[in-house]
């Protein structure tokens, strides 16, 4: 008797239970601590405002703003150099020195025969004064006098010009002469070249043509010189697309102040086409590509909502956001393989880190 009450007792024990556990299915309660629906575990990622830069890329090298062979205006033996190889020297700085001794001495022959032509005009002056001598002679007179005069001050141009002096502030590069040589008008001495500033110069394909311009932003870095990065100004765009490439030549000017560059440097560069400062970038995790379209999840309200979108440039890891996603929003980095529209989700806010310049490139 005793034995079937027990069991009467907790087959109603059961039942009460059971009944229990229905009624909170029923209910919809359950989840951690009694709250709110079970949502998927997802992470997040905040859609920051940043300044985005559209870019191109190329390649290119240094070149100096002005580059010339120094040749000397007179002929004539080489009896000294002023300067040596490599140094760095002013405007009009005297580089080489021509024998100018034959010179001279003509000079000096002129300079006498000026003088002769300088009396005689004077004579002729005070003859005519005293209707001693006719206006045809002072005429031919006062022409002698300008002719020596003349010859004077050409041959003494000729003797300054045995000093060949910079044309221009630069380094003198590698000489092609030695002392004794005979050298002619058309003889190379040496080269020179300017230092500061210096020119980044590269090839751009011709479908970017509409989008440059001077006075662009240029960044680039040197494979001599690893780990800095240049920054100039695009100062010549060529008008004329040069072929077979079909591209255009674009040079910007750069600052030199350290003597880093040097003509001939391999370079890599970026030409800034235009800067957004209010920008959405996102994470590129982040975004779903489907059919030829981009989308992302957006958790609102602690649903998960598809948004199609529209991608603007690329760095790594990040891409900016033209449609589709508002300043703020979270979207789904992590988890987002099992969403559904509508699906309720449990966000966790990630931090991908700091965007490093966000600048979208087009590569040639």
Known sequence: MVRGAWCVAAAAATLVVAGACKKSGAGGQGGFGGGGPMGLPVEVAVAATDTVRDEIAATGQIEAVQSIDLRPEVEGRIVEFLVREGQEVDKDTP???????????????????????????????????????????????????????????????????????????????????????????STRLASLHTVNPQRATFQVPERFARLLRPGQGVTFRVAALPGRDFTGEVDFV???????????????????????????????????????????????????????TSFVWVVSDGKAERHPVALGVRTPGFVEVTSGVEAGAQVVVGGLELLAPGVPVRAKVVDRGARNAPAGSDRP
């Open 238 to 292: 060529d008008p004329v697309v040069q072929l077979p490439g079909r591209t255009i030549l674009v040079k910007a000017r750069v600052p030199n102040g350290q003597r880093l560059l040097q003509p001939g440097m391999f370079i890599e560069a970026r030409l800034v086409t235009a800067v957004r400062s209010n920008a959405i970038v996102i994470p590129e995790d982040a975004v779903v590509p489907l059919q030829g």
């Open 95 to 185: 580089l080489f020195k021509v024998d100018d001794a034959q010179l001279q001495a003509q000079v000096a022959q002129l300079a006498a025969q000026r003088d002769l032509a300088q009396q005689a005009l004077a004579r002729t002056k005070g003859l005519v004064q005293q209707n001693a001598s006719s206006a045809a002679d002072l005429e031919r007179a006062e022409a002698t006098a300008r002719s020596a005069q003349a010859e004077y001050d050409l041959q003494r141009i000729r003797l300054d010009r045995t000093t060949v002096r910079a044309p221009f502030a630069g380094v003198v590069g590698q000489r092609y002469v030695s002392l004794g040589d005979y050298v002619t008008t």
